[in-house]
């Protein structure tokens, strides 16, 4: 007999275990990764042989990881706020 599927509960933003200090390294951390991430990976697409422009692979992938960004960011509030599990379509 299996179980029914039941929603996990609403994230807490602010539980036991989070503190300030911690969000402060996990948004440093973030920015420095997604800083390496904007001027490499436009290199390796434009690299020779590919056709690709490097401001063309640039723009295409800060559009994409800003896009991406506020979409998690938006599904995360949505549900730490509702309890809702989808918040749109994507998610």
Do not use: H, K
Not at 30 to 39: D, L, N
Not at 64 to 87: I, K, N, Y
């Amino acid at each position: 007999m299996q179980r029914p599927l039941t929603e996990p509960p609403a994230i807490q933003p602010r539980s036991n275990w989070a503190t300030l200090s911690g969000d402060v390294i996990g948004g440093v951390t973030t920015f420095f990764t997604m800083s390496y991430i904007v001027v490499v990976n436009p290199g390796i697409l434009a690299s020779p042989g590919t056709g690709m422009p490097f401001s063309g692979a640039l723009t295409a992938t800060v559009l994409l990881a800003c896009s991406m960004s506020f979409l998690m960011g938006d599904c995360v509030s949505a549900r730490s706020t509702t309890g809702r599990r989808f918040c749109s379509p994507v998610c």
